[in-house]
């Protein structure tokens, strides 16, 4: 399969990296209107490089593309592509509105081409494990799930807040680990040292299920945090996506007898504490193959359009109800 990226900043150029080592697929070039660094991304993994994205796409001719260029470009290079018939892999978010992500897909459905959106924290490792065992009933009934995204202000993001940025990721793997969807949401944001746009979110949100989420993100921390809790009925499962660890804390008196029993007489008590083994494997590398296997229709897009801009709308409700200072429902 003949594959090209277009744009070549942190994210693009770690897709032609792992592109250019997959077996079966060639990098027939890259595209970034920053020339140098797309010849040095180039020149790295012996292909073309390019100023004009159409240009790689008129020349090179490719079978399938990421899109890694700024959110507000989604729209108009997905729709040169999807024009051209050409597969495509959208980095995160899906665009910069709801309105612009329908088009997207709507060109996608119509061109008969396969869009997949880039939410990496989908093939972490540790993520895959922890839904296996939820899907198993191993915690129970759910309650709550946490999700902490902290760390330093990247300069790169100017186009978009913590919010879309950061907590869009967290709020898809809440989805993809229960099945339930996000209902409501209610935020408190904050503007410290970004120029346009909120670097602090405290989100609490309402699954259909009737979980509660909370989201403690920002650009302030010194430190890079990136955790995920999950409390039920049968203890609590802690994920760190950084080391794709899982850790599942007992509640030992959970283990012999029923929820309902429990609440009424016992409580809860800490257990034993197992971590459980997680093969692990570059995220970006599981994404890719997935989206290049989708293209050659040999599996399902594992990340859908619609995924996607359920993601965003969730995003940007979270963003509305920290403007406005009210709860905002989906």
Excluded at 11 to 30: P, Q
Excluded at 117 to 124: D, K, T
Excluded at 142 to 148: S, V, W
């Amino acid at each position: 399969m003949r594959v090209g990226v277009i744009g070549v900043g942190s994210m693009g150029r770690n897709h032609a990296r792992i592109y250019a080592d997959l077996t079966g697929v060639e990098l027939v070039g890259v595209a970034d209107q920053n020339m140098p660094a797309a010849e040095a991304v180039a020149r790295q993994y012996n292909t073309q490089a390019y100023s004009d994205y159409l240009q790689l796409l008129d020349d090179c001719n490719p079978d399938a593309v990421t899109v890694a260029v700024p959110t507000v470009d989604h729209l108009d290079v997905a729709q040169q592509i999807i024009g051209r018939g050409i597969h495509l892999l959208v980095e995160k978010p899906i665009a910069f509105s709801v309105e612009e992500g329908e088009k997207i897909i709507t060109a996608a459905e119509q061109a008969g081409v396969v869009l997949m959106i880039g939410h990496i924290e989908r093939f972490n490792p540790a993520v895959i494990a922890l839904k296996e065992r939820l899907a198993n009933d191993e915690v129970g009934r759910i309650f709550q799930l946490d999700a902490r995204r902290q760390g330093p202000f990247p300069a790169r993001v100017k186009d978009v807040g913590v919010v879309i940025d950061l907590a869009v990721h967290d709020v898809d793997v809440m989805r993809y680990v229960t099945g339930a969807d996000i209902v409501r949401v209610f935020a408190e944001t904050e503007r410290r040292i970004h120029s346009t746009h909120e670097d602090l979110l405290s989100g609490l949100l309402r699954l259909s299920d009737g979980a509660v989420g909370t989201l403690t993100i920002n650009w302030l921390t010194p430190t890079k945090i990136r955790e995920l809790y999950v409390t039920g009925e049968r203890g609590m499962f802690r994920v760190d996506y950084l080391t794709q660890d899982l850790y599942f804390f007992e509640n030992a008196t959970a283990q012999d007898g029923s929820w309902e029993t429990i609440k009424m007489l016992r409580g809860v008590s800490e257990g034993c504490m197992i971590r459980h083994v997680v093969a692990k494997k570059e995220p970006l590398r599981i994404e890719i193959e997935s989206f290049i296997a989708a293209a050659c229709g040999d599996t399902p897009v594992a990340v859908t359009g619609q995924d996607g801009l359920k993601a965003l709308a969730i995003a940007q409700a979270i963003v509305k109800s920290g403007r406005e200072n009210q709860t905002v429902s989906l």
